[in-house]
Nanobody, 127 residues
């Protein structure tokens, strides 16, 4: 079992920045590829960013490329999502997810591929 706890969400004006954190506990953090997803009411959960076990491979949804950055600190068992130049359309609940994998450089795009999820943190961007 892996427990994931997100933090760092909140209310920010358009153009501002937030950094989300996801602290993992329970199993060896380095066994897991990580992802950030987001969801708005009535919509499916969508990938925002994913990160390989090694931290060297990333993937982003097109709408956040150049604005968001995912990273991990294995010493702290934490994955981050730095969000810059925020837009009202970034408003959503953001979820952290972990995927147990033998592949060190692979990222995972589909929510169904992930094994563990956090409870989510609300991000609201005002115009």
């Amino acid at each position: 079992q892996v427990q994931l706890v997100e933090s760092g969400g909140g209310l920010v004006q358009a153009g501002g920045s937030l950094r989300l954190s996801c602290a993992a506990s329970g199993r060896t953090f380095t066994w897991y590829a990580m992802g950030w997803f987001r969801q708005t009411p009535g919509a499916e959960r969508e990938l925002v960013a994913s990160l390989s076990r090694s931290g060297g491979t990333t993937a982003y949804t097109d709408s956040v490329k150049g604005r968001f950055a995912i990273s991990r600190d294995n010493a702290k068992n934490t994955v981050y999502l730095q969000m810059n130049s925020l837009k009202p359309e970034d408003t959503a609940v953001y979820y952290c997810a972990a995927k147990n994998t033998m592949f060190t450089t692979r990222t995972f795009i589909s929510s169904g591929e992930y094994d563990y999820w956090g409870q989510g943190t609300q991000v609201t961007v005002s115009s």
